[in-house]
């Protein structure tokens, strides 16, 4: 009924020293449960995926709503990293809601999350002055998608990357929709302007 467990012990030296100890009961099975709880991982892709692009058409609606504001005086909002500032403020604050809440990660490269922090706000900068001066929000996102065709070329001169058919048709269909959603853009005030593009 007492079953006998091995247990190896290694040593600083390499040694190793084998002990056999019985255990105080009886052995009984070990029983795993391969059920999950909670909701299958699809429904969580798309409650996450619809989360996402919920939120992120939410805030283009809110962008356009910022940059078409026009005061009784004929004045427009123009103050892009003003916004910026305040959006870069609102994400430290959720950051660090976060943090307190599910526990600090040991151990991240500060210098590389600094670095990619930098670059996301000018990112956003650019594309807020984009909005200020007369771009749609959907323009600017098909617009900010097609930022893989210079990525690309790069890669071809550069690294010596190759493509499928299919990635090179990708970006085409990228940048082609970029192209006939601005030209299709009613003429008048909302219309893109050149310096906006």
Known sequence: ?????????????????????TPSQ?????????????????????????GIYSAFLYYGSLQEDVFRYVS????????????????????????????????????I????????????VSAKACTSLALANGLSFPVATLAKSGKMAPVMAGSLLLGGATYSVREYLQVAAIIGGTAVVSMGKKKGAASNSSLGI
């Not at 009984?28 to 619809?50: C, W």
């Not at 430290?92 to 040991?106: D, H, N, S, W, Y």
């Open 1 to 21: 009924m007492y079953k006998y467990v091995n247990y190896r012990h290694i040593k600083r030296g390499g040694d190793v020293e084998e002990q056999q100890v």
């Open 26 to 50: 009886p052995s009984s099975p070990v029983v795993m449960s391969s059920a999950k709880s909670g909701l299958p991982d699809s429904m969580k892709l798309i409650i996450g995926a619809g």
């Open 72 to 107: 009784a005086d004929g004045e427009s909002f123009k103050q892009a990293w003003f916004l910026q500032v305040l959006e870069a403020l609102a994400n430290v604050v959720v950051g660090f809601v976060g943090m307190k809440l599910m526990g600090e990660t040991k151990g």
């Open 109 to 120: 490269p500060l210098k590389m999350f600094g670095i990619s922090g930098a670059a996301q």
